[in-house]
């Protein structure tokens, strides 16, 4: 059966405190994987897309890694504004347009 | 302001009653979602659509129906709602080449009393 499993589920920083998220998947056929934020009382939010093992992307103080098993969602410094959950999505190859998400870690900055 | 709009934000209602929420995307998006969250904050997809043509439909009881007047409008109908039913439901819409980078709606919170 097709697993997304992250953690922590819930992570407290200082503010300046780096740390890493994880998502492990247990799928097979992965076409992509995908993390998003979501704020209190709103919808996800977009914010990278990986496809390869190796691959990384960066966006201000994240940076989302792949590997063959897992991705990291690296945190450099983070700030009471980074406070979100953040969200880790898969899509397979054979379900085009389904987003099978984990279940989340709600990050939480104290200044 | 171009985004993907839900109505109504809270659904207060009692077990057995039928209901609607309405979702608009204005972003010329080809493809509309469904997405129900628990109260564990798990996302999971029920329906998509692609330009009013249904594509995605996850193991959703059958009083759950989804309707798609046309590619910016999918609105869900729920008949003879039951506890179970609260949940957080999100619509998203994304381009048809792009479908993981999906936008979602602020959510409506459905209580079944």
């Known amino acids: 059966e097709d697993q997304v499993t992250q953690s922590p589920e819930a992570l407290r920083l200082q503010e300046g405190e780096s740390s890493s998220l994880n998502c492990s998947y247990t799928?097979?056929?992965?076409?992509?994987l995908f993390w998003y934020r979501q704020d209190p009382g709103k919808g996800p939010e977009f914010l990278f897309t990986l496809y390869s093992a190796g691959e990384e992307k960066e966006k201000e103080r994240l940076k989302a890694t792949l590997t063959k098993k897992e991705s990291f969602l690296h945190i450099t410094a983070p700030k009471p504004e980074d406070s979100a959950t953040y969200l880790c999505?898969?899509?397979?190859?054979?379900?085009?347009?389904?987003?099978?998400f984990g279940q989340g870690t709600i990050l939480t900055v104290h200044p | 302001d171009t985004a993907v709009s839900q109505t109504p934000k809270y659904l207060v209602t009692q077990m057995g009653n039928d209901k609607s929420i309405k979702c608009e995307q204005n972003l010329g998006h080809d493809t509309m979602y469904w997405y129900k969250q628990d109260s564990k904050k798990f996302l999971k997809i029920m329906f998509s659509?692609?330009?009013?043509?249904?594509?995605i439909n996850e193991t959703v009881p059958n009083r759950f129906s989804p309707k798609s007047p046309d590619k910016a409008h999918l609105n869900l109908h729920i008949n003879s709602l039951e506890l179970g039913d609260s949940a957080v439901y999100f619509c998203?819409?994304?381009?048809?080449?792009?479908?993981?980078?999906?936008?979602f709606g602020p959510g409506t919170r459905l209580t079944v009393t």
């Open positions: 999505a898969v899509q397979l190859r054979r379900s085009y347009g389904k987003l099978t």
């Open positions: 659509y692609n330009n009013k043509e249904l594509i």
């Open positions: 998203a819409s994304s381009p048809w080449d792009s479908t993981y980078e999906q936008y």
């Open positions: 799928v097979s056929g992965l076409r992509g």
